[in-house]
């Protein structure tokens, strides 16, 4: 599922409105190095699933977490990434696609669960949020 | 009438809404279990607490508490290590093919 954590990087990472809260900070959730600046964005996919009609693969159903994290007291900005992974990665029930460049596309995406989070750790505290999207992943279509 | 009888045009018997009524229930009561069982096999194991606090209920619902929302969001310092979300993945269809068969 290369293509698909690719593509969440790049849908992430093209957006001129995320990069002005976060620049380059976004992270794949197991790569994401000690010194890294906050507020950052983690992302990963947290299951998949093939999809089979009786005689072949249909598509396949991935769920990504994808979260904004802050230090401190304020919310600003992670409610302004969470606002903004909503808006990016919310796929339009008008039939819109998001090609993969593998051969695959998602057709559907959307966010089913919430995900925020209070950690305190000594004095400092961390927030985070955002949420997990099933997205439905089909060869791509002619 | 009620609402099956409205969507399926159907003369439902009380018999035989309390057969699908039970179905259900045993469907999602055994798929509860199934995702609890997968929970506790993964879920990260240190003290050993999450594990044990994981719990299956009649009504299909799974309960889960000691650290596991640390464990399945993540952490500054802790990559997440989902459990639960896969489990239910695992089962979603499952259950979906026991309901047809309720």
Known sequence: MKAIDDKVYEILSDDNDLAAIVGTEIYRERSVPQEAAFPRVHYGQVAGTPQYTLKERNHTRVVYQVKGVDSGFSSEAVNSINDRIDALLTLAPDGSVIQLGDGTEVFYSRRRVDVEELEMDGDQRYQHLGGQYEMLIRPSQP | ?102
């Open chain 2, 1 to 102: 009438m009620n609402l099956a009888e409205v969507i399926l045009g159907a003369d439902f018997s009380k018999e035989i809404l309390d057969d699908i009524e039970r179905g259900v229930q045993r469907a999602a009561q055994g798929s509860a279990e199934a995702v609890a069982d997968d929970v506790r096999a993964n879920v990260k194991r240190r003290t050993g607490a999450t594990a044990a606090s994981v719990e299956a209920h009649e009504d299909g619902s799974v309960s889960v508490g000691g650290a596991i929302g640390f464990l399945e969001f993540g952490t500054v310092k802790m990559p997440a290590s989902p459990t639960v979300v896969p489990a239910f993945e695992k089962e979603r269809d499952r259950f979906e093919r026991k309901l047809k068969g309720a």
